[in-house]
């Protein structure tokens, strides 16, 4: 799925990037994680509806389970669960997370793979792709080890989430 949505570059990818995303079946990493949260009231809602982490900064465990037809990855953060679903359609990775759908375009740029959003829908409801120009993933590599950054802002509310970290990937 994941070489798919990131094309030809998805080869040139640090080992690490490439291990998380080829994988099939069942598979546990463990890493730490710092997370940031928006303070406003709109900024929680949304974080609510999505199932975003708490704030903190801790351990972090990541179950992902895939086959052919896509992925569900739960992120233990904090004492909370995020679920989520990922599949491959139209050329996007679609991810499920909460009452949200988004679509993503997967880049390889400088030896990360980055995540942009090409659309949304909440509640089956299709959302302006203008409101989610700063909402942005990157996954790379340092040291070996697997390294990600996720930060949203969303016009009107500010920031929603940033968590980054780390996974062993091994």
Do not use: N
């Not at 389970?65 to 990855?73: I, L, M, T, V």
């Not at 990775?93 to 793979?113: H, K």
Request: with cysteine.
């Amino acid at each position: 799925m994941f070489p798919r949505a990131a094309g030809d570059g998805f080869a040139d990818l640090p080992p690490s990037v490439r291990a998380l995303h080829l994988r099939q079946g069942r598979q546990r990493y463990a890493g730490q994680v710092e997370v940031e949260r928006g303070k406003g009231w709109l900024a929680r809602l949304f974080a609510a509806a999505t199932r975003l982490p708490p704030a903190g900064r801790g351990p972090l465990l990541v179950e992902i389970d895939a086959d052919a037809r896509g992925e569900r990855w739960v992120r233990h953060i904090g004492g909370r669960r995020m679920p989520s679903r990922l599949w491959f359609r139209d050329g996007l990775l679609c991810e499920q997370l909460g009452l949200a759908r988004f679509g993503f375009r997967l880049d390889v740029e400088g030896g990360a793979l980055a995540w942009r959003v090409a659309r949304v829908h909440a509640l089956g409801i299709p959302l302006p792709l203008s409101w989610f120009g700063e909402v942005r993933a990157r996954e790379s590599e340092q040291d070996g080890r697997y390294r990600f950054d996720v930060r949203a802002v969303l016009p009107g509310v500010g920031l929603l989430v940033h968590y980054r970290g780390w996974l062993d990937v091994g």
